[in-house]
């Protein structure tokens, strides 16, 4: 194998100018012989961080992969850029597996795909072939499925703890999109990974925006997003199959190429709809959490949850499937809370109450995030350990507009209706009360006290927002029982009596989800023949369309017109293998429009993406935090803000952020020298400047959360002044 400095074998087998997140540093690490951790987002490039290595390194690289339509479109991508790769699994008959065995004696394959129970079965005969072969790299890709604390732990996984016995001298690189601490240091002990080195990058989906949205009416709200991106492919998730069913059915009625996907189906009939998918001949699958892991297809635009993930890793790497080409795309949860009490009656883990316990603090946390009132983007980043500003622009919370709205009455209302019912009931019995609930649940007595059904004026899910808030600012008690009841307190009679104005801080939704926008100017016609042209070549390969070039690589070609073959190669994506092999049906198309049309190459104007590692953006500040930071200089301590706004403390002090990394606000002013200099001690220490929990295990019990994201933001401007 010829030998290629990294930065060439990068543009000479992927076609990539550059490096993305950490990859460069993770590639480096693996071909120096260490054993490594990588964490990077859906979408964000872990296949390369192996892919490389293996063909710069002499030997064999055996990538462990859950799913065989994975193995499949990674081969085929691999074989599309020249790439000596193989699968061996249970669609391949015994003599294209004896075929693929030969080749691999033989040194003619550089990565052989498997899954993780082929490696250790037949009484560890296939381990014993691998023994004999020059076996340079194991990949694990998922690998938070060997984590019982992980979202998807799959019990295959934990045969793969006896690979370091077997091949102790071989290094190990674990790659997952999605875990938290507790799962990342199990990935590390069941493994049994030598001083691994350990990468994670940012979290963010930058082109991604997040949207929560009430669950009435779910269907006809999918119908109206769908008219509008008619030509879009997508996925919608729901949690039974009875659903995806039932959901396809209908949207077939009303005119989608639709088609469910669930466990229950027969595997090729499964591996049918995929292939549909993959290809483009249909646009909408509706599916369990049985659909996606083994799906590469960059050009999801939108991913849709009409119920409610069960923990935050999940609706990350769900949504995370939507917009991997890089450009624009949305994710929607259509949110009801009841769709919590339904999960949290089935997430026990049988005989195992700790793991139970893990599963229903994960499923709380999942209803935190879509109940917050905040930027989505920024709650998601900081569960994953990862600092963010509060403000991102592309979710439901920063797209809308806030108003201060006077509610004393229907505070009155609310507290009156916890008086009267006795103190003795929870939220969303008090909500079904006042709007006069023909439930069965309700306790006929109380539907002759006055104030039943004064409340019917308002939509359930603004009663629930009307609740939280009140919570938020205790102006209502809540039980710290098994079964919480509202309570009042002295903050409550005063508002009964008419003694004290309450003001709540209300979102008024847009109307539109933001639409998506496609890249750079470009010639729309021109784009439309060279898909036309993939699509050919597609088919006649027997591959997904994407798997020759994608379209951001399309759209590259259509902007900036390259009429050479030098100038294909400065299009991202085109490697000189696909140069070679593809580019003259692309090179015909291009010349013959440029001709016809009387135009000139724009390549000169390509300058190469650069896409360096992960840091965080200096804060933007928008106009609410400027608010707080305008009530902090008039004298307020943030406890008084967060009263005097109607928000959580934890709200203001998030607000402060930018103006403590901008150097504007000192954070002695907001915790004392004593307690900042404590906590930058430990920062330095610990080298943690985005995760809290591992600081605040290490401090008193009177340090907050809080106290040390200021201390972080305080480093920050330290080191960047």
Same mark, same amino acid.
């Given at each position: 194998?010829?030998?290629?400095?990294?930065?060439?074998?990068?543009?000479?087998?992927?076609?990539?100018?550059?490096?993305?997140?950490?990859?460069?540093?993770?590639?480096?690490?693996?071909?120096?012989?260490?054993?490594?951790?990588?964490?990077?987002?859906?979408?964000?490039?872990?296949?390369?961080?192996?892919?490389?290595?293996?063909?710069?390194?002499?030997?064999?690289?055996?990538?462990?992969?859950?799913?065989?339509?994975?193995?499949?479109?990674?081969?085929?991508?691999?074989?599309?850029?020249?790439?000596?790769?193989?699968?061996?699994?249970?669609?391949?008959?015994?003599?294209?597996?004896?075929?693929?065995?030969?080749?691999?004696?033989?040194?003619?394959?550089?990565?052989?795909?498997?899954?993780?129970?082929?490696?250790?079965?037949?009484?560890?005969?296939?381990?014993?072939?691998?023994?004999?072969?020059?076996?340079?790299?194991?990949?694990?890709?998922?690998?938070?499925?060997?984590?019982?604390?992980?979202?998807?732990?799959?019990?295959?996984?934990?045969?793969?703890?006896?690979?370091?016995?077997?091949?102790?001298?071989?290094?190990?690189?674990?790659?997952?999109?999605?875990?938290?601490?507790?799962?990342?240091?199990?990935?590390?002990?069941?493994?049994?990974?030598?001083?691994?080195?350990?990468?994670?990058?940012? @979290?963010?989906?930058?082109?991604?925006?997040?949207?929560?949205?009430?669950?009435?009416?779910?269907?006809?709200?999918?119908?109206?997003?769908?008219?509008?991106?008619?030509?879009?492919?997508?996925?919608?998730?729901?949690?039974?199959?009875?659903?995806?069913?039932?959901?396809?059915?209908?949207?077939?009625?009303?005119?989608?190429?639709?088609?469910?996907?669930?466990?229950?189906?027969?595997?090729?009939?499964?591996?049918?709809?995929?292939?549909?998918?993959?290809?483009?001949?249909?646009?909408?699958?509706?599916?369990?959490?049985?659909?996606?892991?083994?799906?590469?297809?960059?050009?999801?635009?939108?991913?849709?949850?009409?119920?409610?993930?069960?923990?935050?890793?999940?609706?990350?790497?769900?949504?995370?499937?939507?917009?991997?080409?890089?450009?624009?795309?949305?994710?929607?949860?259509?949110?009801?809370?009841?769709?919590?009490?339904?999960?949290?009656?089935?997430?026990?883990?049988?005989?195992?109450?700790?793991?139970?316990?893990?599963?229903?603090?994960?499923?709380?946390?999942?209803?935190? @995030?879509?109940?917050?009132?905040?930027?989505?983007?920024?709650?998601?980043?900081?569960?994953?350990?990862?600092?963010?500003?509060?403000?991102?622009?592309?979710?439901?919370?920063?797209?809308?507009?806030?108003?201060?709205?006077?509610?004393?009455?229907?505070?009155?209302?609310?507290?009156?209706?916890?008086?009267?019912?006795?103190?003795?009931?929870?939220?969303?019995?008090?909500?079904?009360?006042?709007?006069?609930?023909?439930?069965?649940?309700?306790?006929?007595?109380?539907?002759?006290?006055?104030?039943?059904?004064?409340?019917?004026?308002?939509?359930?899910?603004?009663?629930?927002?009307?609740?939280?808030?009140?919570?938020?600012?205790?102006?209502?008690?809540?039980?710290?029982?098994?079964?919480?009841?509202?309570?009042?307190?002295?903050?409550? *009679?005063?508002?009964?009596?008419?003694?004290?104005?309450?003001?709540?801080?209300?979102?008024?939704?847009?109307?539109?989800?933001?639409?998506?926008?496609?890249?750079?100017?470009?010639?729309?016609?021109?784009?439309?023949?060279?898909?036309?042209?993939?699509?050919?070549?597609?088919?006649?390969?027997?591959?997904?369309?994407?798997?020759?070039?994608?379209?951001?690589?399309?759209?590259?070609?259509?902007?900036?017109?390259?009429?050479? @073959?030098?100038?294909?190669?400065?299009?991202?994506?085109?490697?000189?293998?696909?140069?070679?092999?593809?580019?003259?049906?692309?090179?015909?198309?291009?010349?013959?429009?440029?001709?016809?049309?009387?135009?000139?190459?724009?390549?000169?104007?390509?300058?190469?993406?650069?896409?360096?590692?992960?840091?965080?953006?200096?804060?933007?500040?928008?106009?609410?935090?400027?608010?707080?930071?305008?009530?902090?200089?008039?004298?307020?301590?943030?406890?008084?803000?967060?009263?005097?706004?109607?928000?959580?403390?934890?709200?203001?002090?998030?607000?402060?952020?930018? @103006?403590?990394?901008?150097?504007?606000?000192?954070?002695?002013?907001?915790?004392?020298?004593?307690?900042?200099?404590?906590?930058?001690?430990?920062?330095?220490?610990?080298?943690?400047?985005?995760?809290?929990?591992?600081?605040?295990?290490?401090?008193?019990?009177?340090?907050?959360?809080?106290?040390? *994201?200021?201390?972080?933001?305080?480093?920050?401007?330290?080191?960047?002044?």
């Amino acid at each position: 194998m010829k030998q290629y400095p990294i930065h060439r074998a990068l543009k000479h087998f992927f076609g990539y100018d550059n490096f993305r997140l950490n990859q460069q540093p993770i590639i480096e690490a693996v071909l120096q012989g260490k054993d490594v951790m990588a964490i990077m987002p859906t979408g964000g490039g872990k296949s390369i961080c192996y892919q490389l290595p293996a063909v710069l390194l002499d030997g064999l690289t055996i990538v462990i992969s859950p799913l065989i339509a994975l193995m499949k479109d990674q081969v085929d991508a691999l074989q599309a850029n020249g790439i000596r790769a193989a699968f061996l699994n249970s669609t391949l008959s015994n003599t294209e597996q004896n075929h693929i065995i030969t080749a691999v004696r033989n040194g003619e394959i550089k990565l052989l795909y498997l899954a993780p129970e082929r490696l250790f079965a037949s009484g560890m005969q296939f381990v014993n072939f691998l023994s004999t072969l020059p076996c340079n790299l194991f990949a694990i890709d998922e690998a938070h499925c060997i984590s019982q604390w992980g979202h998807d732990f799959r019990p295959e996984y934990l045969g793969l703890a006896a690979l370091k016995q077997h091949f102790p001298t071989v290094p190990v690189i674990a790659l997952t999109a999605s875990a938290d601490n507790i799962t990342q240091k199990d990935i590390v002990d069941k493994l049994a990974l030598q001083q691994p080195q350990v990468f994670i990058s940012s @979290f963010n989906r930058a082109n991604i925006s997040y949207y929560i949205q009430p669950k009435r009416k779910a269907f006809e709200q999918i119908i109206h997003y769908l008219d509008k991106h008619r030509n879009d492919s997508g996925i919608i998730y729901t949690l039974s199959r009875a659903s995806t069913e039932s959901i396809a059915a209908k949207l077939k009625e009303v005119g989608y190429e639709a088609a469910y996907y669930h466990a229950g189906m027969g595997s090729d009939e499964r591996a049918k709809v995929q292939e549909a998918f993959q290809k483009d001949n249909i646009k909408i699958i509706v599916a369990t959490i049985a659909f996606g892991m083994g799906i590469d297809k960059p050009n999801v635009r939108f991913v849709l949850h009409h119920d409610v993930p069960k923990n935050m890793e999940s609706y990350y790497q769900e949504t995370g499937r939507a917009g991997r080409d890089g450009l624009k795309s949305d994710a929607i949860l259509y949110y009801s809370s009841g769709d919590i009490g339904k999960l949290m009656r089935f997430i026990a883990v049988e005989g195992n109450a700790e793991q139970t316990n893990v599963m229903k603090k994960k499923l709380l946390q999942m209803k935190e @995030f879509a109940e917050h009132d905040g930027c989505r983007r920024q709650y998601m980043l900081e569960y994953f350990g990862e600092r963010a500003p509060a403000y991102c622009g592309s979710c439901d919370y920063c797209l809308s507009n806030l108003e201060h709205r006077t509610a004393t009455v229907e505070a009155q209302k609310l507290l009156s209706a916890v008086t009267r019912t006795g103190e003795r009931y929870g939220a969303d019995y008090l909500i079904d009360f006042l709007r006069g609930s023909n439930s069965a649940k309700i306790i006929p007595e109380h539907k002759e006290i006055k104030t039943y059904g004064i409340g019917k004026d308002l939509k359930k899910d603004e009663w629930q927002v009307i609740v939280k808030q009140m919570l938020q600012q205790r102006l209502v008690d809540v039980e710290d029982a098994a079964f919480p009841a509202l309570k009042l307190n002295e903050t409550s *009679r005063r508002i009964l009596r008419g003694e004290l104005e309450v003001t709540l801080v209300m979102k008024k939704p847009k109307e539109e989800t933001a639409s998506i926008s496609t890249a750079p100017q470009h010639h729309a016609d021109l784009l439309q023949e060279l898909k036309e042209v993939r699509r050919e070549i597609a088919e006649q390969e027997n591959v997904p369309a994407y798997i020759i070039v994608g379209d951001n690589t399309l759209l590259d070609m259509a902007t900036y017109l390259p009429l050479s @073959f030098d100038g294909l190669r400065r299009i991202s994506g085109f490697g000189d293998y696909k140069v070679g092999k593809y580019g003259p049906a692309f090179m015909k198309v291009l010349q013959q429009y440029a001709a016809t049309n009387n135009l000139e190459t724009k390549i000169q104007l390509k300058v190469p993406k650069r896409e360096r590692a992960a840091k965080p953006n200096k804060p933007t500040v928008n106009s609410t935090q400027r608010a707080s930071f305008d009530l902090f200089k008039e004298g307020y301590d943030i406890a008084d803000i967060a009263a005097k706004r109607g928000m959580a403390v934890s709200t203001i002090e998030n607000h402060l952020m930018p @103006f403590i990394t901008s150097g504007e606000l000192s954070a002695v002013k907001l915790i004392g020298k004593e307690k900042l200099d404590t906590i930058v001690a430990l920062i330095k220490q610990t080298g943690q400047t985005i995760a809290s929990k591992p600081i605040k295990d290490l401090l008193p019990e009177e340090y907050s959360y809080g106290d040390i *994201r200021i201390a972080q933001a305080h480093y920050q401007w330290m080191k960047d002044a």
